[in-house]
């Protein structure tokens, strides 16, 4: 078990007001319990409830194309209540399905229910919250003393390898910054692992918002290499061998159903990996400058 992919939803309390790490764990507080919200009413307290929760979730997914049906005789009634000939409604004579019929089908492909499937959706949606408030905030202090430069041209895979850099260079604040984040993460204990690891979810981002969670041959290869790196890095540092193999437990099932399905599936591992790594970044550069 590392820090880096355990469920942590604490941030360290402001010493001082600066004014980017209050605007980062308000945003933060709020993706962190509303997430934890939606996705504990989904979870069972006891193994017993399981299949029950199973069963409500499921036929709750099964009235929603009913309910869709009656809201749009509702809306044709309503419109004629208010002297509106809406005529003909040409959704009515096509074959459609329902987004409820879809998600049910891909619940059945992965062999999971569909409650399973809501909270692996759920775990895909904060991934990426997490990801766009690191980028963000980190693309804001960048701009702070670059105002020339084009907002536009950033990319968020240039988070950590130019906006991060540049503002610890500005301050001369690097050394300082990577002893806070060793000290606190026990995994990112060089510069290059954290840029490497930076790579690996901007990957995984990016696959996510541009290929809709899908991966062919070459993204794989490129998956695999990257996670390579990571774990060269690590083996490199005293006592990382042990890191390494515990950061590669937690990819293997990741990269093996990719592997046999050509698509990712989320679960709690990457969840935590960028919640802990957004983290792990904004408290010890806040660190750093409150000094």
Sequence with gaps: MILLNINQTDYLTPIKDIPYYTDFISKYAHITITCSVSQGILIPIHKNEKDALDADVTAFINTIPEDSKKRRKIYREYAKGSHLDVGNMIQENESRTF?????????????????????????????????????????????????????????????????LNRRLNNFKNKDKFLKSISERSKFFTTWKTLSLTWDLLTLIRNRCVHYNNTYDTMAITRLNNSIDLILGELNKSEGG??????????????????????????????????????????????LCEIE
């Design 99 to 163: 987004a409820s019929d879809y998600f049910i089908g891909e619940a059945n492909k992965n062999n999971i229910s569909p409650r399973e499937l809501v909270l692996r959706t759920l775990n895909c949606s904060v991934f990426l919250q997490y990801y766009f408030l690191l980028e963000e905030t980190l693309k804001n202090l960048f701009l702070e003393t670059n105002k020339s430069y084009d907002p536009k041209k950033i990319k968020g895979s240039q988070a950590i390898t130019l906006c």
């Design 241 to 286: 061998n042990l890191t390494a193999l515990f950061f590669m437990n937690s990819m293997e099932d990741i990269v093996s159903h990719i592997e046999e399905n050509g698509y990712i599936l989320f679960g709690n591992t990457l969840e935590n990996i960028i919640r802990n790594t957004s983290i792990f970044i904004i408290e010890s550069l806040y």
